[in-house]
């Protein structure tokens, strides 16, 4: 059982927006800097947000992320077919010592 | 570039090592995790080692079964898995940290190597 907690899924029709909730507590979100994995099925976990709101290079500005207390946010706009995955938050737990990954969100585009 | 190898399938309270060959980035300027993911199931964070190797750090669900190590002189990683079971079945990948002991997020991520624990 992950100490972070994400929706199952979301879905939206092609060009809309979908946000994905991620929320923790003050032994992780609340003091760490949160990150964002997408996973297209049958890939590598690719990094997409780090430091709450950064972009990798590459990474389109229709991805943006955002945290608030103990949860954080990745939102997703002009969905496209291509961005159908699976999506992880993470962070440092500081009471476990060791990282920790959202439960993680399929996101299906209608 | 990160590249995984020594998966394969063992018997349960088998053991098996893994390694994970590092090139493009000075290897021992940064800790390095074992992140794994079973079938049909989310990513799990398993270990992680300091560039220096002063620092380990582990899942419960493995503590005292897994051991992470890495070898600076050849830019390798490797995780030591003993007493293995069922529930260690999984891809198992390697994932690049951002700094000798940080872990603030993982990139890049190794192609992953398959341990099936079965008899």
């Known amino acids: 059982q992950s100490v972070l907690t994400q929706p199952p899924s979301v879905s939206a029709a092609p060009g809309q927006k979908v946000t994905i909730s991620c929320s923790g507590s003050?032994?992780?979100?609340?003091?760490?800097?949160v990150s964002w994995y997408q996973q297209v099925p049958g890939t590598t976990p690719k990094l997409l947000i780090y430091?709450?709101?950064k972009r990798p290079s590459g990474i389109p500005d229709r991805f943006s992320g955002s945290k608030s207390g103990t949860s954080a946010t990745l939102g997703i706009t002009g969905l496209q077919t291509g961005d159908e995955a699976d999506y992880y938050c993470?962070?440092?737990?500081?009471?476990?010592?060791?990282?920790?990954f959202g439960t993680g969100t399929k996101v299906t585009v209608l | 570039q990160l590249l995984e190898s020594g998966g394969g399938l063992v018997q349960p309270g088998g053991s098996l090592r893994l390694s994970c060959a590092a090139s493009?980035?000075?290897?021992?300027?940064?800790?390095i995790n074992w992140v794994r993911q079973g079938p049909g199931k989310g990513l799990e964070w398993v270990s992680g080692?300091?560039?220096?190797?002063?620092?380990?750090y582990y899942a419960e669900s493995v503590k005292g079964r897994f051991t992470i190590s890495r070898d600076n002189s050849k830019d390798t990683l490797y995780l030591q898995m003993d007493s293995l079971r069922a529930d260690d079945t999984a891809v198992y990948y390697c994932?690049?940290?951002?700094?000798?002991?940080?872990?603030?997020?993982?990139?890049?991520w190794g192609q992953g190597t398959l341990v099936t624990v079965s008899s």
């Open positions: 994932a690049k940290s951002t700094g000798p002991n940080h872990y603030h997020w993982f990139d890049p």
């Open positions: 493009g980035f000075t290897f021992s300027s940064y800790a």
């Open positions: 080692i300091s560039g220096g190797s002063e620092f380990t």
């Open positions: 003050s032994s992780n979100i609340g003091n760490q800097y």
């Open positions: 430091e709450n709101n």
């Open positions: 993470g962070t440092w737990d500081s009471s476990l010592r060791g990282y920790v």
